[in-house]
């Protein structure tokens, strides 16, 4: 079996390590004559998974005391809806404000139209999303329940290097694409929020990390299951909750803290992105898509000058295990998704392939 180099944006690649553990006890967990699939999400078995996935993440991501991690149904954009349920209500105005950096932001936006008042306060549409536009304070409305980000810009490959002090409006973050990739200072958002599919497991489910005394203010409509404090009173367990995704994401943070934890992550993937953006920078056969101060380290998006040529670049590239590097539709070109799972060696390979590619069609 020959394993591609994975460069898909999500459901991306995992742990090599981790899908093999997973794999070897599948039919048998620890000696139950069961997978863990199988049994209840309220044996102890399971409790324990669930408990160590907490323990793991509150290490590794430094979670404060005074915050709840939650395993949320419906995966992020699900959050799109629970957040405003959740908190558009801290201000009787409804009003949440969100800074428009890309697709993600702007369907946030819209849905929390549904059950309050958004207010766009900056866009970076004008140029396509290729930048994120500076933080005014002023442009902050004070009745703003909250202040919605994306801190990674997963289709522009675009990031926040640094968040905005939002002082008394707590600052949310929708992390999908880089949570766990770099050193957060959780205390900095009231929530931070992530699907698992591109950095920490299967699709389906998000991790939640709320500050507690934002755990009340959920509009009265609000589904029970969408509701944060039922899931931080029940433990994410007030219905059957998709065990095999936490269980996964437990075998993920075990593999990150092998690793050596968060930071010595974000240096690794600070080596992985500079491969790339050297490729890029050094050729005018390549275009950088971000605007070269904004650039993310999970996703690196580029357009080559020629565009007639990427088909071929594309294809050639697959051929030789660099797999799913097309762009997304609205940007177009290509994008290599370099999240934790990505070894060197994967981008070092389609560095080598960009350069023979350039060498052979310039
Ligand atoms: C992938 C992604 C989403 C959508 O995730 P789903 O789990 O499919 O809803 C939302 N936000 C960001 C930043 C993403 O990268």
Known sequence: MKRVFNFGAGPAMLPLAVMEKAQAEFLNYQNMGASIIEI??????????INSCDALITELAGVPSNYKILYVHGGAQMQFSAIPLNII???PSKKAS?????????????????????????????????YIPAYDADALDP???????????????????DFPDTGDIPLVADMTSEFMSRKIDISKFGIVFAGLQKNLGPAGLAVVIIREDLLDHALPETPNLLNYQTYAKEHSLANTNNT????????????????????????INNAKAKILYDAI?????YL??????????????????NNDLLPAFLSQAESQGLYALKGHRVVGGARASIYNAMP???CQALADFMKNFEKNNA
């Open 40 to 49: 209840s999400h309220r044996s102890k078995e399971f409790d324990e998974v």
């Open 89 to 91: 209500n801290r201000n």
């Open 98 to 130: 969100f800074s428009l950096t890309g697709t993600w932001a702007e369907k946030a936006s819209k849905e929390a139209g549904r059950y309050g008042n958004p207010i766009n306060i900056s866009s970076s549409a004008d140029k396509n999303f290729n």
């Open 143 to 161: 009745e703003s329940s909250y202040l919605h980000i994306v801190s990674n810009n997963t289709l522009f490959g675009t990031r926040w290097h």
């Open 244 to 267: 095999f995704a936490i269980y996964m994401m437990s075998l993920v943070m075990q593999w990150l803290k092998d690793q050596g934890g968060v930071e010595k992550m974000e240096g």
């Open 281 to 285: 920078d050094s050729s005018e056969f």
């Open 288 to 305: 950088g898509a971000a605007h070269p101060d904004h650039r993310s380290i999970m996703n690196v998006t580029f357009n080559l000058a």
């Open 344 to 346: 060197v060696a994967g």
